[in-house]
């Protein structure tokens, strides 16, 4: 069975840093792109930040790069996105998907609805 399962997240205050992770399984994760995803309560979701591969530069837009950093792990598995400076508008729940071949700033802002595979959301909260 395919599994995403993304962690990490809590209660976080302003100006706060957190790592989520994202650990797959159940399909070939050197393979797939894997992207950082969130929806706020009441708003759209909203893709943040992808990565193909170690030896690939990340995608990310442009709300959130001089913030969150995403990187991998081949050897685990596992996908992870530090998020530093952390603003209330950043409470949301934080998904991370996987795809084959989607990975790019209009992929995440576009196409989010064609990645592959999904996780679970992993929920951040960021009070002042």
């Known amino acids: 069975d395919v599994q995403l399962q993304a962690s990490g997240g809590g209660s976080v205050q302003v100006g706060g840093s957190l790592t989520l992770s994202c650990t797959a399984s159940g399909f070939p994760f050197n393979a797939s792109a894997i992207g950082w995803f969130r929806q706020a309560p009441g708003k759209e979701r909203e893709g943040l930040a992808c990565?193909?591969?170690?030896?690939?530069?990340?995608f990310y837009v442009p709300s959130v790069e001089d913030r969150f950093t995403i990187f991998r792990d081949e050897a685990i598995n596992t996908v992870y996105l530090r998020m530093n400076n952390l603003e209330p508008e950043d409470t949301a729940i934080y998904y991370c998907?996987?795809?084959?071949?989607?990975?790019?700033?209009?992929?995440?802002?576009?196409?989010?609805?064609?990645?592959?595979?999904w996780g679970q959301g992993t929920l951040v909260t960021v009070s002042s």
């Open positions: 998907a996987a795809d084959s071949y989607l990975c790019s700033d209009y992929a995440l802002q576009y196409l989010a609805s064609q990645f592959d595979h």
């Open positions: 990565i193909f591969n170690p030896d690939n530069a990340p």
